[in-house]
């Protein structure tokens, strides 16, 4: 098992996000956007190969995405959210991804055999996003989950534009 780190709010935003193991040594490179019909965030080694995708392919309040290792399609994964606490199954890959929004805490199962765990640590560089990942081989599709998860997070903070000011008048 290894930690891996990225910045927290960085993968849900456009442009590329670089992952660093304990040491700040550069291991993984997420490129990509949210939010439109066909949307793509890829995972790259930072030698530049294509490692991992995670498609948006729908919209709506549970939006679905599809996940990719190797150009292959290994997983489809929807939210079920229950207020602060989030539920994600990803059929394919028979995982389970269980957690809470507000602390942003997460775990990933596989049966009873935990894949990931997820926390966000305070460094001196600021927020982070640790993921204590048991295999290697599970690191890129984990990352495009944790993307997702921080897409969620970010989303769900901003606040919802009113078209109609209440106004109060005192006669």
């Not at 394919?92 to 269980?98: A, E, K, S, T």
């Not at 929004?101 to 009873?112: E, S």
């Not at 982070?128 to 599970?138: M, V």
């Amino acid at each position: 098992m290894r930690n891996l780190y990225a910045h927290r709010h960085r993968l849900s935003t456009q442009g590329a996000t670089k992952i660093v193991d304990e040491k700040s040594k550069a291991i993984y490179l997420v490129v990509g956007n949210w939010g439109r019909h066909q949307d793509v965030l890829s995972v790259y080694a930072i030698s530049g190969e294509l490692l991992a995708q995670i498609k948006q392919h729908g919209f709506g309040i549970f939006p679905k995405f599809e996940l990719f290792r190797n150009n292959k399609k290994v997983g489809s994964l929807r939210r079920i959210n229950f207020g602060n606490k989030d539920l994600i199954l990803i059929k394919g890959l028979n995982w389970v991804v269980m957690g809470n929004l507000i602390n942003f805490a997460y775990k990933i199962y596989h049966k009873q055999t935990l894949i990931m765990s997820l926390q966000e640590v305070m460094l001196p560089s600021g927020k982070f996003l640790e993921l204590a990942i048991n295999n290697e081989i599970d690191e890129p599709v984990c990352l495009s989950i944790v993307a997702i998860l921080d897409y969620f997070a970010s989303s769900s903070q901003k606040k919802p534009h009113s078209r109609y000011r209440l106004q109060v008048r005192y006669d």
